[in-house]
Nanobody
């Protein structure tokens, strides 16, 4: 059993910052790709940013320059530093990871709400 648990969401004013974390636990041998997705009400889930084990990153155009994805492989933890937040960043943010725990499978966290509003 592998669990991904997100934390760090909340209510922030426009222009503010938040740092999301995603901790993976269980009988994990290794974690390959990790990513953050988000889903706003009435919208499809979309990729925000991804990072491979070696550290190469990829960002959605809508967040480039405002968001930084990082990971700590020693702690099996993924981070998302979000700055200059906008109301359109409001969504539930989900962690996704390709985990080898016996078999190699993709796992999702339960999500953390980010609300950007004055």
């Amino acid at each position: 059993q592998v669990l991904l648990v997100e934390s760090g969401g909340g209510l922030v004013q426009p222009g503010g910052s938040l740092r999301l974390s995603c901790a993976a636990s269980g009988r994990i041998s290794s974690i390959n790709d990790m990513a953050w997705y988000r889903q706003a009400p009435g919208e499809q889930r979309e990729l925000v940013a991804s990072i491979i084990r070696g550290g190469r990153t990829n960002y959605a155009d809508s967040v480039k320059g405002r968001v930084t994805i990082s990971r700590d492989n020693t702690k099996n933890t993924l981070y998302l530093q979000m700055n200059s937040l906008k109301p359109e960043d409001t969504a539930v943010y989900y962690c996704n990871a390709e985990v080898k725990a016996g078999l190699l499978s993709y796992y999702w966290g339960q999500g953390t709400q980010v609300t950007v509003s004055s």
